[in-house]
């Protein structure tokens, strides 16, 4: 399961996990510190947008150059671009100079963070387990000049599958990006499944937004996004040569977020 759906609002199943972990970590906290008058809570937050800015800045700092030109795009999270070392030892760091200037928060703020911990990390690791059994679904689509294609008979190489919609406003901003991918990554096939739009919608949108792309999918009936359990847009899915998922990514992609996931799937003599 890619997302959780509540109403017409999707969630990144990894974002409710982190969102779980912290809701344990408070309550955790909250519970252990009343009677002390000892509440963790602000202690908690700081920590972790501590832990989200150097996560964010160690990201930025690795894809400098790919930021260069417009830094403003630095500031924009949604990307989901993130190096999540540098965000637990900055988190880890705070975290001690609250335990050394706060006594009293020490015990309740140490087990609402080693619940959190826990339980974010858990649930994360099954995550990644069960979408590391995912293989690439076998269905039958049809190209944009209307002939039918078969999802596999694209595991020659690696296969990047985005799901999108002209109506889509994050679909339309990161397609320049993935078309600048494709060009620049030959030993990779870029899929661009359209979800449940017409054959004369997608080709009017092309010419509007002067996009040239190989690959262009159309699946009339979203059954891609079904059967990959993520019926949020647009979602970018990374699979290795044999149809093995080994990453995904809901929301917006920049360059440099698309960059880093394609790192996991580049044939080696490509990688960095």
């Known amino acids: 399961m890619l997302s959780i759906n509540i109403g017409p609002l999707a969630i990144p199943t990894q974002l409710a996990l982190v969102y779980l972990g912290l809701f ?46 417009n830094w403003l795009t630095a500031l924009d999270i949604r990307d989901g671009g993130f190096q999540p070392l540098a965000g637990m030892l900055a988190g880890l760091v705070a975290a001690i100079w609250y335990f050394w200037r706060k006594p009293l928060l020490r015990m309740p703020l140490a087990t609402g963070l080693t619940v959190g911990v826990l339980v974010s990390g858990m649930g994360l690791a099954v995550l990644h387990a069960m979408q590391q059994g995912q293989k690439m679904p076998e269905l039958a689509l049809r190209d944009i000049s209307g002939a039918p294609v078969n999802l596999h008979d694209y595991l020659d190489q690696p296969v990047v599958i985005n799901l999108w919609a002209t109506w889509c406003p994050p679909c339309r901003r990161e397609m320049p990006a993935l078309q600048q991918a494709q060009q620049q990554n030959p030993d990779i096939h870029f899929l661009f499944v359209n979800q449940g739009e017409s054959q004369q919608q997608v080709e009017q949108f092309f010419r509007q937004q002067n996009i040239q792309l190989d690959n262009a999918l159309l699946d009339s009936g979203a059954r891609v996004g079904q059967a990959v359990s993520s019926l949020s847009l647009p979602t970018t899915l990374f699979y290795d040569a044999s149809g093995n998922l080994q990453n995904t990514h809901l929301g917006e992609l920049s360059s440099a977020s698309l960059q880093h996931a394609l790192r996991k799937i580049q044939p080696s003599n490509h990688k960095d």
Not at 29 to 48: D, H, M, S, V
């Open 24 to 69: 344990c970590a408070w309550l955790t906290g909250w519970w252990l510190g009343r009677k002390r008058q000892a509440n963790p809570e602000a202690a908690l937050f700081n920590i972790l947008l501590i832990g989200v800015l150097a996560a964010r800045i160690g990201f930025v700092s690795s894809y400098a150059e790919l930021y260069a030109s």
